[in-house]
């Protein structure tokens, strides 16, 4: 089945800092791509979507400038968490959907664990 | 708006017992209704679906009817291995919302021999 990659699986920062995130469709071009963050014990919840060559679209709530995602090829999107603080530490999940249509399916990476000190 | 409520786990069963795991959702028209799973290390994986009322998805010997008159999409399986010990998802995508989906809170289901 298709596979998708996220690199680094954890990552600890200081408070402050900023942290990108990849996502990578490894044997399929990705023509969306979705960022979706789970706090414990909770829901995914999705943060934007994002196609490539254009701006991504957030979710009501989810900011822009802290959350910067570009998706810049048809195989690598990226999360940037700008001058994280203790609270953006979360579990960011992103997903691929291989073509237009809303009805491919989504493939999940496997999730990055974010932890600002 | 749209949401989803799953059975909070842990669930611990042992090998060859019955499954279920509860699912009911909330959304306005005909949405359709997925459940997934993560292994322990892995991503979401999709395993079965449904897109209309009364339509059972089934795969690896799990299914799922989609019931409208109850909001439901109950997962159940006959007889567990510890291979199935995982994190199960319930999640729907609304008509019209470009695969948006909404996702239940997991339930963790652990097989013992």
């Known amino acids: 089945g298709a596979v998708v990659s996220q690199h680094p699986s954890w990552v600890i920062c200081k408070s402050g800092t900023s942290v990108k995130i990849e996502c990578r469709s490894l044997?399929?071009?990705?023509?969306?791509m979705f960022w979706y963050r789970q706090f414990p014990k909770q829901s995914l919840m999705l943060m934007a979507t994002s196609n490539e060559g254009s701006k991504a679209t957030y979710e009501q709530g989810v900011e822009k400038d802290k959350f910067l995602i570009n998706h810049a090829s048809l195989t690598l999107s990226t999360l940037t968490v700008t001058s994280a603080h203790p609270e953006d530490s979360s579990f960011y999940i992103c997903s691929a959907r291989a073509g237009a249509s809303s009805y491919n399916e989504q493939f999940f990476g496997p999730g990055t664990r974010l932890t600002v000190l | 708006g749209d949401s989803v409520t799953q059975m909070e786990g842990p669930v611990t069963l042992s090998e060859e017992a019955f499954l279920t795991i509860n699912c009911t959702y909330t959304?306005?028209?005909?949405?359709?209704l997925f459940w997934y799973v993560q292994y322990p290390g892995e991503g979401l994986q999709l395993l079965l679906k449904a897109t209309k009322a009364d339509d059972k998805g089934s795969n690896k010997g799990f299914e799922a009817t989609y019931r409208k008159e109850t909001t439901s999409f109950h997962l159940e399986k006959g007889s567990v291995q510890v291979s199935d010990s995982a994190v199960y998802f319930c999640?729907?995508?609304?008509?019209?919302?470009?695969?948006?989906?909404?996702f239940g809170t997991g339930t963790r289901l652990q097989v013992t021999l």
């Open positions: 959304a306005t028209g005909y949405p359709s």
């Open positions: 044997d399929f071009q990705a023509t969306t």
């Open positions: 999640a729907l995508s609304a008509t019209g919302t470009a695969s948006k989906l909404t």
